[in-house]
């Protein structure tokens, strides 16, 4: 099976076609970040304008790059939520009208599924089941993964996610947006223990997160002495490591209360190479495995779409003739295929 998936979910237009026996064959990505940047933050009209326009000329250089045309495609993915509305719909809008056009089955994937499979485009790759830390600038979740489609939440952020706290932090520290990959490099001059920041709801049980409060003592050490380089530096170091130290925590919590093995990191601060390699070495030290995607697949991508989409769309589900997207999609709400079995692995989706 070989199927074309679109991603628009929020400020990335990206477009991937993916083979079941061939791996990835081509994913093209259109960052919006010079957009944004100079009003700090997402635009959701100019994010949908800017989709209409970058679309479907990633769909041609997609399709050329992968060496396919439409009469070799099996289905067509797309990012049905959550997100930005208007985001969603110019995607949706395109994906349907591809697969009615080339007479194709269509399916609708959510956002976050995608980036728990986007490890699956790796080698080796997890099974199932696994437990699952999402972390991203919109989601702070530990989720055990059962099968595909059968997601057990077991804790998340009561406010700010992981990767917000480390934006508004940077700009907190006069860094412009997106700030938290620069943070996680001014981060690397700082002193350890130089400005110690607390470690949110460690002092309590379960697998919940706060982090709202980090931006609150990100401030407060701000003012507290004079903003030097060095001190910027340190305030970066002492943020990462609280959160870095929250997630960790939290993650060998859960796993040791649901003797979990395997360990999947997804989403934009996955990136974070100080946290892949904490989490790897505390998973080797207890027999485990963590399991990450490459980076460029840790951030939206339409890669990750195409996984979902390939693993549903085998399974023989199809989306009904309607267009609909959903904002809000709480992740629990996903059911798992009929036929979906409770071993999938790495070769189902193929390696380019």
């Known amino acids: 099976m070989r199927v074309l998936a679109i991603e628009s979910s929020c400020d990335e237009s990206a477009v991937a076609v993916l083979d079941e026996g061939q791996g990835l064959l081509a994913?093209?990505?259109?960052?919006?970040?010079?957009?944004?940047?100079?009003?700090?933050?997402?635009?959701?009209?100019?994010?949908?304008?800017?989709?209409?326009?970058?679309?479907?000329?990633?769909?041609?250089?997609?399709?050329?790059?992968?060496?396919?045309r439409p009469e070799q495609l099996q289905g067509v993915a797309y990012t049905a939520g959550p997100g930005l509305a208007g985001a969603l719909l110019c995607g949706a809008a395109l994906a349907r009208s591809l697969a009615?056009?080339?007479?194709?089955?269509?399916?609708?994937?959510?956002?976050?599924?995608?980036h728990l499979l986007a490890p699956l485009l790796e080698t080796p790759a997890p099974g199932f089941p696994h437990l699952a830390l999402l972390v991203s600038g919109g989601h702070t979740m530990l989720i055990e993964a059962r099968a595909l489609g059968d997601y057990q939440l077991l804790g998340e952020t009561r406010d700010d996610a992981a990767g917000e706290a480390f934006d508004k932090s940077a700009k907190l520290l006069g860094l412009p947006y997106p700030g938290g990959p620069q943070l996680a490099l001014m981060?690397?001059?700082?002193?350890?223990?130089?400005?110690?920041?607390?470690?949110?709801?460690?002092?309590?049980?379960?697998?919940?997160?706060?982090?709202?409060?980090?931006?609150?003592?990100?401030?407060?050490?701000?003012?507290?002495?004079?903003?030097?380089?060095?001190?910027?530096?340190?305030?970066?170091?002492?943020?990462?490591?609280?959160?870095?130290?929250?997630?960790?925590?939290?993650?060998?919590?859960?796993?040791?209360?649901?003797?979990?093995?395997?360990?999947?990191?997804?989403?934009?601060?996955?990136?974070?190479?100080?946290?892949?390699?904490?989490?790897?070495?505390?998973?080797?030290?207890?027999?485990?495995?963590?399991?990450?995607?490459r980076p460029e697949f840790c951030t939206d991508n339409a890669a990750m779409i195409a996984v979902a989409g390939l693993l549903r769309l085998r399974a023989g589900e199809c989306a009904e003739a309607d267009l609909s997207v959903r904002a809000r999609w709480p992740l629990t709400e996903l059911r798992p295929p009929h036929s979906a079995g409770r071993t999938l692995q790495a070769a189902s989706v193929g390696h380019a």
């Open 27 to 68: 994913h093209e990505l259109w960052s919006q970040v010079d957009l944004h940047r100079v009003f700090g933050g997402v635009v959701p009209e100019l994010a949908s304008r800017d989709h209409v326009q970058r679309l479907l000329p990633l769909v041609r250089d997609a399709l050329a790059a992968a060496g396919t």
């Open 100 to 114: 009615y056009g080339w007479r194709l089955p269509a399916i609708g994937i959510h956002h976050l599924e995608g």
């Open 187 to 293: 981060a690397a001059a700082g002193r350890a223990g130089a400005c110690p920041l607390p470690r949110p709801m460690l002092d309590r049980a379960g697998y919940e997160f706060s982090f709202s409060g980090l931006k609150t003592a990100v401030s407060l050490a701000v003012r507290s002495q004079p903003l030097d380089a060095q001190r910027r530096a340190d305030i970066a170091r002492g943020l990462q490591d609280a959160i870095i130290d929250t997630l960790c925590v939290k993650t060998l919590r859960a796993l040791e209360a649901t003797s979990l093995t395997q360990l999947v990191v997804a989403g934009g601060v996955g990136a974070n190479l100080e946290l892949r390699e904490r989490l790897s070495r505390e998973l080797s030290a207890r027999g485990g495995q963590a399991f990450f995607p």
